[in-house]
């Protein structure tokens, strides 16, 4: 290098990163004023728009419904909690020496009560045996200090002397959930009962490690059904 030509003078790295934080700034700042200039009624139009396609009302964007026919939206009240539902069932029922054996499960916001000593109902019949009526009435007085929506839900087994199709099954499944229903009432619980026939559809989710005679018997019952929200 002749003495003449100056030396080259690099750059301090420093000065590499305090131009990629201003050019970062710099973008920032434009995008702020992009956004910031919207004209308010190019906006307006867009939202009257959306606002006919989605058929959203003005006032706090509620739905509209789609047409004169539609199901009115039903507004459920919460009640007592179904976790707290579950341990105070498990204690009352553990009290009463025919309930002990009583399956509590609490999922989905719900708490089922099984009735698991025994048979409810024998083959092809939908009187409730004289313990199943002991059981359920004292189920009663339970019930009756809940606000929450009860549901009773009849099971029928797969058996011939069940129903020889679906549909005796399934009727003599309601058949079931209804004679409990009216020994509730009989006992004096007034609000408003959920009654289902389920016929032998829930019989392939028993246990399958149980024995024949076991799955049998389970499969003859009434699910209480206690959901978080008071009755309709």
């Given at each position: 290098?002749?003495?003449?030509?100056?030396?080259?003078?690099?750059?301090?790295?420093?000065?590499?990163?305090?131009?990629?934080?201003?050019?970062?700034?710099?973008?920032?700042?434009?995008?702020?004023?992009?956004?910031?200039?919207?004209?308010?009624?190019?906006?307006?139009?867009?939202?009257?728009?959306?606002?006919?396609?989605?058929?959203?009302?003005?006032?706090?964007?509620?739905?509209?419904?789609?047409?004169?026919?539609?199901?009115?939206?039903?507004?459920?009240?919460?009640?007592?909690?179904?976790?707290?539902?579950?341990?105070?069932?498990?204690?009352?029922?553990?009290?009463?020496?025919?309930?002990?054996?009583?399956?509590?499960?609490?999922?989905?916001?719900?708490?089922?009560?099984?009735?698991?000593?025994?048979?409810?109902?024998?083959?092809?019949?939908?009187?409730?045996?004289?313990?199943?009526?002991?059981?359920?009435?004292?189920?009663?007085?339970?019930?009756?200090?809940?606000?929450?929506?009860?549901?009773?839900?009849?099971?029928?087994?797969?058996?011939?002397?069940?129903?020889?199709?679906?549909?005796?099954?399934?009727?003599?499944?309601?058949?079931?959930?209804?004679?409990?229903?009216?020994?509730?009432?009989?006992?004096?619980?007034?609000?408003?009962?959920?009654?289902?026939?389920?016929?032998?559809?829930?019989?392939?989710?028993?246990?399958?490690?149980l024995s024949a005679e076991r799955r049998a018997a389970l499969s003859r019952r009434v699910d209480?059904?206690v959901h978080g929200a008071m009755e309709n």
């Open positions: 290098m002749s003495d003449l030509e100056p030396e080259h003078i690099k750059a301090p790295v420093w000065l590499v990163t305090f131009g990629d934080v201003v050019a970062l700034l710099l973008t920032f700042f434009v995008m702020l004023y992009a956004t910031a200039r919207i004209p308010s009624e190019d906006w307006d139009a867009v939202v009257g728009t959306m606002s006919k396609s989605l058929r959203f009302s003005q006032s706090g964007m509620a739905p509209n419904p789609q047409s004169d026919i539609s199901i009115p939206i039903v507004q459920l009240q919460p009640a007592l909690s179904t976790d707290y539902l579950s341990g105070i069932l498990r204690d009352q029922l553990g009290q009463q020496e025919m309930l002990r054996d009583a399956v509590v499960r609490s999922q989905d916001n719900r708490v089922s009560i099984s009735i698991a000593s025994g048979s409810m109902f024998a083959l092809g019949d939908d009187r409730p045996s004289a313990d199943a009526t002991v059981s359920i009435t004292q189920l009663g007085g339970i019930f009756s200090n809940i606000v929450n929506q009860l549901e009773i839900r009849g099971h029928a087994g797969p058996s011939a002397d069940e129903g020889t199709n679906f549909e005796e099954n399934q009727r003599l499944s309601l058949r079931r959930a209804a004679a409990v229903a009216q020994i509730l009432r009989d006992t004096g619980y007034e609000r408003n009962i959920i009654v289902l026939g389920m016929g032998d559809s829930r019989f392939e989710r028993l246990d399958p490690g209480f059904i």
